[in-house]
């Protein structure tokens, strides 16, 4: 079973109207762009390996929903940020990683299969494991009303979305921070 | 007053909301000094996180900090290249830089020595303190300069001012 990451990120902007969403480079931040452009969608178009951390240094500065949509191939670059993630122990950010199996924005290549769930409970993050829409949906609605960090581990088909985000990287996060401070 | 109280002051005097920091043995007063402060601090597993998160929180309206060693800067260039320096996600770096006058471990000087060129490679604007006189007057001004030009900073501690260890002696 998979689950399908356009109706998870529609999910998590459904649940969640308000919130941060910091989306991977690549196909996450091309499927956020396809489900609906909005002034809170952080898109990144490099750093990979940094999304979740960058999550980290938003959660700081607010008290808004923060909701980082990871890879599992850059989630494997720097699985040890699921410490940092336990370390700062922020109630209102929750780690999504999309594990599509490969390094889809690069042509597919397979990824390490990983157990990332496991990886995370292992550093101190609570985790929870999913395979289709309803469990995540259901998964992310407990995760944002949890008192502390989580990840949802989503196994989903590859894809392969027409959209991209603005190219001017400068106004993204300036837009979320005006609609953050305004 | 000692360099460390320096920097706290300096870090203060420039309304620092949050230090993201790996330690580093030379800045542990400093990290001590901050810790008692009103400022919060974050221990990453990386300085490539600690340098993310610093420019994550500026979309909040925050001034984070980073603090690490110069070998933590190399581990960082990647995210300095492709996320602070292109979206325009100000910061300031306190680097504890080794490599240079002093140094006995030959580990520490390609990245440590060179890190100033790669910075000017990179477009990254950065200073080297080799005296501590001065020092939070310069923090002060290098946090006031990033994040109204809205470009990271790093201000470079050379051993002159942080000391150095003499095992080789
Ligand atoms: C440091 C770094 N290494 C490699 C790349 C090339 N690259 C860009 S996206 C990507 C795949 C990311 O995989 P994953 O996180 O699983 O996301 P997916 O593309 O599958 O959504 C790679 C390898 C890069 N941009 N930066
Ligand atoms: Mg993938």
């Not at chain 1, 122990?89 to 597919?108: A, E, K, M, W």
């Not at chain 2, 909301?17 to 901050?34: H, R, Y």
Request: glycine share 10%; charged share 20%; with cysteine.
């Amino acid at each position: 079973m998979a689950a399908d990451q356009f109706a998870c990120t529609a999910a998590v902007i459904e649940e969640t109207p308000d919130a941060v969403v910091v989306s991977n480079l690549g196909v996450a931040s091309y499927v956020l762009a396809e489900v609906g452009d909005r002034e809170r969608n952080f898109y990144l178009w490099g750093s990979m390996g940094s999304t979740t951390a960058t999550g980290v240094g938003v959660a700081h500065g607010t008290d808004e929903q923060v909701t980082v949509l990871a890879g599992d191939g850059s989630l494997t670059m720097s699985l040890g940020v699921c410490s940092t993630v336990a370390t700062a122990d922020q109630s209102n950010l929750t780690v999504v990683c999309f594990d599509n199996g490969i390094y889809g924005t690069t042509g597919g290549q397979p990824t390490p299969s990983i157990d990332f769930a496991a990886a995370a409970e292992a550093q101190g993050l609570p985790a929870e494991r999913v395979d289709s829409d309803d469990e995540f949906a259901a998964a992310y609605a407990d995760a944002v009303a949890r008192d502390g960090p989580s990840l949802i581990e989503c196994t989903v088909e590859p894809t392969d979305p027409e959209a991209r985000p603005t190219f001017d990287f400068p106004h993204i996060p300036r837009r979320v921070r005006d609609s953050l401070t305004e | 007053m000692s360099w460390e109280a320096e920097i706290v002051d300096g870090l203060l005097d420039a309304e620092i909301d949050l230090v993201t920091q790996l330690p580093d043995g030379a800045m542990g007063a400093v990290l001590e000094g901050i810790q008692e402060s009103d400022v919060d601090t974050l221990r990453v597993e990386r300085e490539e996180s600690a340098i993310a998160a610093a420019s994550g929180a500026w979309v909040t309206g925050e001034r984070a900090a980073v603090m690490c060693q110069s070998s933590g800067l190399a581990n960082a260039i990647n995210a300095i290249g492709s996320l602070s320096a292109p979206a325009r996600l100000p910061f300031l770096a306190l680097v504890t830089r080794r490599g240079d006058l002093g140094e006995f471990n030959v580990a520490q000087v390609p990245a440590g020595y060179g890190l100033p060129g790669m910075m000017d490679e990179m477009g990254i604007r950065h200073t080297v303190v080799e005296e501590p006189g001065t020092l939070r007057k310069t923090v002060r001004m290098a946090a006031d300069s990033a994040f109204s030009t809205r470009t990271p900073y790093v201000v470079f501690l050379d051993a002159t001012v942080t000391g150095y260890g003499q095992e080789a002696q």
